[in-house]
């Protein structure tokens, strides 16, 4: 299905799991030598993220044919295309965009976070002011979508910078639930990081008990510590 996350130049893609076992059928020759042996579930994620890939990237007019893995796992997207997966134990999804405007994009998919599991890794994942931010009644919902924004924050600016970010290194500056936006602050004394510093906004949806987040990294990012996604 496709999923509208309003985001100028970007298709998004999502596709239940267990997926559709005439869809892995026509989609098993995706599935790469080294994943042949594992669990079936995992396969399923794997072909069920590339069949989302691919008919994110026929919304924008691009013909995916394959999508390798790199020894780091992640999707090496071909020139002209740029893209990112994720899964929860509910559905695969998959964000593309072709746009000149954008230098990469992130996607996270999270199912909502039990009580007991929340309040176990909120102190590791938020400040004491993230956590106000967030002390209200839909608590599972937010420390939900704060770990989700930060996972795909990661996600877009891993292939840029090409090293780890800490939860603590990025703050949530802006939650606005009844439009599924957000905004983060990048800040980190990390060199590979100093041309990335600064404000991201990002958008989330709810989809069944899956919290699912994008956010994208325009071509130029602003050293003004504001920049659109």
């Given amino acids: 299905m496709l999923i509208d996350f309003n985001i100028h130049g970007v298709s998004?893609?999502?596709?239940?799991?267990?997926?559709?076992?005439?869809?892995?059928?026509?989609?098993?020759?995706?599935?790469?030598?080294?994943?042949?042996?594992?669990a079936q579930t995992r396969q399923q994620e794997f072909i069920a993220g590339r069949y989302c890939a691919f008919q994110a990237s026929k919304v924008v007019g691009y013909d995916l044919s394959q999508l390798p893995a790199a020894p780091t796992r992640e999707p090496i997207w071909p020139e002209g295309i740029l893209g990112s997966i994720t899964h929860s134990k509910q559905m695969a999804i998959s964000c593309v965009s072709v746009s000149d405007e954008i230098s990469s994009i992130g996607i996270d998919a999270e199912e909502l976070m039990?009580?007991?599991?929340?309040?176990?890794?909120?102190?590791?994942?938020?400040?004491?002011?993230e956590l106000l931010m967030i002390a209200g009644a839909d608590y599972q919902t937010d420390i939900t979508i704060l770990f989700s924004a930060k996972e795909a924050l990661y996600k877009a600016l891993f292939p840029l910078a090409r090293t780890f970010i800490d939860f603590k290194e990025v703050k949530l500056i802006?939650?606005?639930?009844?439009?599924?936006?957000?905004?983060?602050?990048?800040?980190?004394?990390?060199?590979?990081?100093?041309?990335?510093?600064?404000?991201?906004?990002?958008?989330?949806?709810?989809?069944?008990?899956?919290?699912?987040?994008?956010?994208?990294i325009p071509k130029v990012v602003s050293k003004e510590l504001y920049v659109h996604s």
Avoid: C, H
């Avoid at 997926?19 to 790469?32: A, G």
């Avoid at 039990?114 to 002011?129: D, S, Y």
């Avoid at 602050?185 to 994008?214: A, C, D, M, Q, W």
């Fill in 12 to 38: 998004v893609f999502g596709a239940p799991l267990p997926f559709d076992s005439q869809l892995e059928k026509s989609f098993s020759n995706w599935l790469p030598d080294g994943m042949k042996n594992v």
């Fill in 114 to 129: 039990k009580i007991g599991l929340a309040q176990e890794i909120e102190r590791v994942i938020a400040t004491e002011e």
């Fill in 174 to 216: 802006k939650l606005v639930s009844d439009k599924g936006l957000f905004e983060l602050e990048l800040k980190s004394s990390n060199p590979k990081l100093k041309g990335y510093l600064g404000r991201y906004e990002g958008s989330f949806k709810l989809i069944g008990e899956t919290v699912v987040t994008v956010v994208s």
